[in-house]
């Protein structure tokens, strides 16, 4: 089957038609005539030694992709779906029964294992006949009776407006636990949307728009792309048949061309790799209705190579670097529309090679590049995965030692075999169970699936993490971490400390810097900087348990605790002493370090801009009223005085060693942070002078501190005990430039 629906090449019938081919090579069937396939059903043979003429196709299909499937649970699901529907008529006038048989034979060309179609033969018979769960049980076993159930209950669900959010959320955690219940499910919503036009336009358009806030973007997210292309194709037939109508005929006047650029490329493309030894097909693969919509919207008139795009099949993943490399050397690339879905696979399992070459006249040809394999997950998606609970399908061997070794990969009871489950269904799972209530999940879910772009960030580590366009860090810090995100306090992105609310691109590398606080708390702030569902909900989570608080990322700003924090606010203000001897009476202020001058009788003042401390190499200016100031040698104020003229003057320390500096302290806003910093300076011995807590910009907080240490010497372990302090990033000596030096 066609990941992209085949455009006909003269108008024909109001809806698009699609799913003609399985894995884009086999030959087009003509689609099956429901009145006859509804006679077949009743008039066809079901003798227990044969397979009724009805499930014929689907037999067909099924064989195609699983040649040694064991094909008696289809006859007897088969014959049990038709005597229980038997007398029942659908609105369109054929029998029931070519409903089940249609969405199976959907099913079975998408490449869906026997289990699947045995249960989709039967997902109307709960529902709408007497026949019981346990009768499916006890005929086809429990895994049968999960999935009929799993979408009868999808069947109950009104996906519209007044859609009950914890029925929608039951829905969707059955299909977390087995996506073979959706992949029925959208089969189930194709036959219909292709059968649609005998119901009331009124009702058409309703269920079309469901189709496109709902069940569309499901499809993309597991990865169905088969499916979803056609879907989108009868939505955008039934809810702008204008724009559809043009669309039909813009497909029409091109296949009418005597010439196709597209198959020109096609030919050389499959010159250049006969010459290359590289085997693979070349083909043509036409872009769906909505697909060539959205490209003459954007650019207007459209030429030849804007109706399609080539797709090459070959066996090895190596040789889809092969083929682009040969295509690159050849042919004119188009370097900014490369792309590496196979290194880098998209959130739904699609791995690609996308590339595009330019032709002389100036038209540009979009490649893809895949192999065999990539092209059935590309159009089946999850359905393409099989059974997964399913045993591992390696035999059993022997190791290196001898030893002899179980199958590769054999899952315990109750886990799955095949661990590649879409990510965005992981993390559904994870999230919805963190909702604090229905409405919440039903809103951040419907904001989910208009997120139709991911993009991929790295850790340091080299693992990846899948994020919606338009991610922050506050959305990394809940993919990668959960709940214990509360406690990130900042991040680097490619090297570089960010913000949290700092926007990741594609190819981003992501280190988040956690605190070691136990109590530490998400910022209300964050709500605003958060676009994926797991981030808002945990953090939504957390406020509601926690009225009061929110206030993580500001500091000192009433949330706070500890005996510094009264003593300091944000602005300038005298701090309480730090260190005070065990009597509780005011500890002796050390004297400041003594500075011998070349100047005698002269008074002496260290500069605030610098701060000297011994051993710093310093020297001296003379200032008004005969002060010398004192500045270390680096000081940015002892270049400006000395471009004006200002002569030095000899200064040198003296032998007391206590002393006074301003260190500055970058840090990300927490919780209880000043008293935490205020704590490791009072243990280095050091006492504070004053302080000043800039208000906090993007939950970055800039402190300032004068403090008095009685040795000079401590001054780096001082340093080193305030960057230790968590939501500390760097402390520096105070370089600012002091007016009137």
Same mark, same amino acid.
């Given at each position: ?12 019938? +109001? ?24 006679? /077949? ?99 086809? $076993? ?61 009702? !058409? ?94 650019? $207007? *008139? ?19 670097? $092969?083929? @682009?490399?040969? %295509? ?22 699609? *791995?690609? %090679? ?62 799955? +075999? ?6 965005? %269904?992981?993390? @559904? ?70 913000? @949290? ?11 988040? @810097?956690?605190? !070691? ?45 500890? /005996? ?10 005298? +701090? ?6 065990? &009597? ?8 400041? /370090? ?52 200002? +002569? ?24 209880? %942070? ?23 910009? !993007? ?30 990033? &760097? ?5 600012? *430039?002091?007016?009137?030096?």
């Amino acid at each position: 089957m066609s990941a992209e629906a085949t455009n006909p090449a003269t108008p024909g019938p +109001a809806a698009p038609t699609a799913l003609t081919a399985t894995a884009g090579r086999r030959k087009s069937r003509p689609r099956i005539d429901l009145r006859r396939l509804g006679r /077949a059903a009743l008039l066809g043979p079901a003798a227990r030694d044969r397979l009724p003429d009805a499930i014929g196709h689907v037999v067909e299909a099924h064989r195609a992709h699983h040649p040694d499937a064991d094909l008696e649970p289809l006859r007897r699901a088969y014959v049990l779906a038709e005597s229980s529907h038997r007398g029942q008529m659908r609105k369109s006038g054929e029998p029931y029964i070519t409903h089940p048989l249609a969405v199976t034979l959907i099913l079975a060309e998408l490449g869906a294992e026997t289990t699947t179609l045995t249960a989709s033969l039967l997902h109307d018979t709960v529902e709408d006949t007497e026949v019981t769960l346990e009768q499916v049980r006890e005929q086809f $076993g429990e895994e049968v009776r999960y999935l009929v159930d799993g979408v009868t209950k999808l069947e109950k669900v009104d996906y519209g407006a007044a859609a009950e959010p914890e029925t929608f959320r039951k829905m969707l955690v059955a299909t977390g636990n087995d996506v073979r219940v959706m992949s029925i499910k959208l089969a189930d919503r194709l036959h219909n949307m292709r059968t649609l036009g005998v119901m009331r336009p009124e009702k !058409q358009a309703r269920i079309a728009k469901v189709t496109r806030d709902v069940l569309i973007p499901l499809a993309e997210r597991l990865g169905v792309q088969a499916l979803k292309t056609e879907l989108e194709d009868l939505v955008f037939a039934i809810l702008h048949p204008e724009e559809y109508r043009h669309t039909r005929e813009l497909i029409a006047e091109n296949a009418a061309r005597s010439v196709d650029p597209l198959a020109e490329v096609a030919d050389e493309a499959r010159g250049v790799l006969r010459e290359a030894g590289i085997p693979a097909e070349v083909l043509i693969r036409p872009r769906h209705f909505v697909s060539v919509h959205r490209r003459a919207r954007r650019r $207007g *008139q459209l030429r030849g190579t804007d109706f399609g795009r080539l797709l090459v099949l070959v066996n090895e993943d190596a040789d889809c670097y $092969g083929v @682009l490399g040969e %295509l690159h050397t050849c042919m004119t690339p188009v370097v900014s529309e490369f792309k590496d879905f196979i290194a880098v696979p998209k959130f739904n399992l699609y *791995q690609s %090679l996308h590339t595009a070459v330019a032709r002389p006249d100036g038209q540009v040809v979009e490649v893809l590049i895949r192999t065999h394999q990539m092209h059935k997950v590309a159009e089946a998606g999850v359905v393409a995965l099989g059974n997964p609970y399913a045993p591992a399908t390696d035999t059993p061997g022997t190791d290196a030692t001898g030893t002899d070794t179980p199958a590769a990969d054999a899952p315990a009871d109750g886990e799955r +075999a095949d661990p590649t489950r879409p990510g965005w %269904l992981s993390r @559904l799972l994870d999230w919805q169970r963190a909702a604090p209530d229905p409405d919440t999940f039903w809103c951040t879910l419907r904001e989910d699936l208009a997120q139709d772009r991911e993009i991929t960030v790295f850790r340091p580590d080299g693992g990846t993490l899948g994020l919606p366009e338009g991610a922050t860090c506050v959305d990394a810090a809940y993919a990668q971490y959960g709940e214990d995100a509360h406690a990130c306090i900042g991040a680097r992105v490619n090297g570089r400390l960010a913000t @949290l609310s700092t926007v990741l691109g594609d190819g981003d590398t992501v280190q988040l @810097l956690m605190g !070691q606080d136990p109590a530490s708390e998400p910022s209300r702030e964050w709500l605003e900087h958060a676009h994926t569902a797991a981030a808002r909900i945990a953090i939504q989570r957390w406020l509601t348990a926690h009225p009061g608080g929110g206030t993580g990322g500001e500091a000192a700003h009433g949330g706070s605790t500890g /005996a510094a924090d009264g003593a300091i606010r944000a602005g300038t203000a005298e +701090a309480a002493p730090a260190a005070r001897p065990a &009597d509780g009476a005011p500890a002796a202020r050390p004297r400041r /370090a003594d500075v011998l001058v070349d100047r005698p009788g002269a008074a002496v003042r260290l500069a605030g801009c610098c701060t000297p401390v011994p051993p710093d190499e310093i020297t001296g200016f003379a200032v008004r009223g005969g002060v010398v100031t004192v500045h270390r040698g680096e000081c940015a104020a002892v270049v400006d005085m000395k471009s004006r003229g200002r +002569a030095e003057i000899g200064v040198r320390w003296g032998d007391t060693t206590e002393c006074r500096v301003t260190l500055v302290a970058e840090s990300f806003g927490r919780p209880h %942070l000043l008293a935490d910093l205020t704590e490791a300076i009072a243990l280095e011995g050091a006492e504070i002078v004053s302080a000043t807590v800039e208000p906090p910009s !993007q939950q970055r907080v800039r402190h300032t501190y004068t403090l008095e240490l009685p040795d000079a010497a401590r001054l780096p372990a001082l340093m080193r005990a305030m960057r230790d302090v968590p939501g500390v990033y &760097d402390v520096s000596r105070a370089q600012h *430039q002091a007016p009137g030096s």
